[in-house]
């Protein structure tokens, strides 16, 4: 246990020195993640294509607020769709703006959540999702996990029939519009998926709030426990018992990466916890104070094995410490 | 010399002023009902666009049956039905709105108190440094 403490004394040291380059690296990371994602997925645009571009769009989000890149990403995904179909375009553009109004516009700053939701959700574990938005965010926080997600099955569904939608049909322009749409408004997976999510993140939120011993560990258990039973019951609803292997590793990495966050961001060590009642002219206090686990810092002692002798002060260190001339100490 | 209790109340300064400080800055120039009723208006307009956006995307949905929907549709029972949920669906934007705004204004204030009696902090720290070492800059 020492060894990890010691680990995250100097994690958290090299963080704050680097911080500077970390998060520009993180934005970068993020912002490449979902551009290569998204021409893998749906890259009907050649030249869009292209890595390359890829690569210069995110670090052009490098340096950018996290929100640029989530509006690059989804003007990628426009002029993908547009070369695919103008009709599945349009209705991506409107789901977008709906998403904008409905949400972005009363919370804003919630970039992560949204890029990384379909990225997660590509790889099958979005599972991981509702743990980490409980543990270090607001719960309004899991609407943009939402919002990622009818993104993410939008696009499987456009991937699905792709062959039916780049049909270039007069006739059949208002079955692709019903086509693309069904994938999100009939799309039962969508549904199970989204409410078990949802009601996991706000119970990991809920009860690492509590003022109860072990609270995260808690929320970690029980959120992941929720979610890990509503999804398998979900699968053998909707009779898809292929995914099950993949909610129970999802939720394992969930399990993993909550316990990190914990260790990184909450170990208190309650044998030492401390109750205090005071009170003023207004109001009563009672006070729980639980001190974090911290290792004390180790002083370097330097040992000089031949110690220089002094030979008291001389004249130039003085005139260097005055700023007086050297001529003026002779007297 | 360096006065490192300045130096830290300054970055902490900088880092405000850089971040939740620009829009926390816009909510100190309001009072809480203009803030929180301006912002309802902006949300009023976003949650009407959002309901046609909704409206736009159903009729899409069923574009293949509009012509026997519209055959047989009661013009008046849909237009009521309509307005309803338009109604319901702005009156619980404005109830969130009310909610979120409200908060945000009442974090706004405190972070602003805050950030105003560092400043003050850091003058004092700058005056105390004049007098300390006069003419020294």
Redesign the interface.
């Known amino acids: 246990m020492t060894k990890l403490l010691e680990m995250r004394e100097v994690l958290q040291g090299f963080y704050g020195k680097y911080d500077l380059y970390i998060r520009p690296a993180l934005r970068f990371v993020t912002a490449l993640a979902a551009f290569l994602l998204i021409n893998g997925s749906i890259g009907y645009m050649v030249r869009l294509k292209n890595p390359v571009v890829a690569i210069v769009l995110a670090a052009v989000c490098t340096f950018l607020p996290i929100g640029a890149a989530a509006v690059l990403g989804a003007l990628m995904i426009l002029v993908h769709l547009y070369a695919l179909s103008l009709e599945v375009c349009a209705?991506c553009l409107?789901?977008m703006?709906?998403m904008f109004?409905?949400y972005y516009?009363?919370?804003p700053g919630n970039g992560y959540g949204t890029i990384w939701t379909p990225v997660l959700c590509h790889f099958q574990i979005p599972e991981i999702m509702p743990t980490v938005l409980g543990l270090s965010k607001e719960p309004y926080s899991v609407l943009s996990m939402v919002c990622g997600m009818i993104l993410y099955y939008f696009l499987k569904g456009v991937r699905a029939n792709e062959a039916l939608l780049s049909v270039t049909d007069e006739e059949n322009r208002?079955?692709k519009?019903?086509l693309v749409?069904?994938s999100i408004?009939g799309n039962q997976e969508l549904y199970v998926t989204a409410a078990a999510l949802v009601l996991s993140a706000l119970l990991v939120y809920v009860i690492r709030r509590q003022s109860v011993k072990h609270a995260w560990s808690i929320a970690i258990g029980v959120g992941n426990g929720c979610n890990l039973a509503l999804l398998l019951a979900g699968s053998f609803l909707l009779g898809k018992s292929e995914r099950i292997l993949g909610i129970i590793l999802g939720t394992a990495a969930a399990v993993l990466i909550g316990l990190g966050m914990e260790f990184f961001l909450f170990h208190l060590d309650y044998t030492r916890t401390e109750r205090v009642q005071f009170e003023d002219d207004e109001y009563y206090y009672y006070v729980k104070a639980v001190p974090k686990v911290l290792l004390p810092t180790k002083k370097k002692r330097v040992k000089q094995i031949n110690k220089r002798k002094n030979s008291g002060i001389s004249k130039k260190s003085l005139q260097e410490e005055f700023e007086i001339d050297e001529d003026l100490l002779d007297d | 010399m360096l006065n490192t209790e300045r130096i830290r109340l300054m970055t902490r300064l900088a880092a405000y002023e850089q971040g939740e400080g620009k829009e926390y800055g816009r909510i100190g120039r309001y009072y809480r009902h203009d803030y929180v009723g301006l912002q309802m208006i902006k949300v009023f307009f976003c949650s009407t666009a959002a309901f046609l956006i909704l409206l736009v995307l159903s009729v899409l949905y069923q574009m293949e049956d509009l012509e026997r929907f519209l055959y047989q549709m009661d013009y008046e029972k849909f237009a009521s039905g309509l307005l309803t949920r338009y109604i319901l669906f702005v009156v619980f934007y404005q109830a969130a709105a009310w909610i979120v705004y409200s908060l945000r204004y009442r974090k706004g204030s405190k972070e602003q108190k805050l950030y105003h009696s560092r400043l003050k902090k850091v003058e004092k720290l700058y005056e105390r440094e004049e007098r300390q070492f006069p003419g020294d800059d």
Do not use: Q, R
Request: no cysteine; aromatic share 6%.
């Open positions: 209705v409107l789901l703006l709906l109004f409905m516009k009363l919370a208002l079955s519009l019903t749409l069904n408004v």
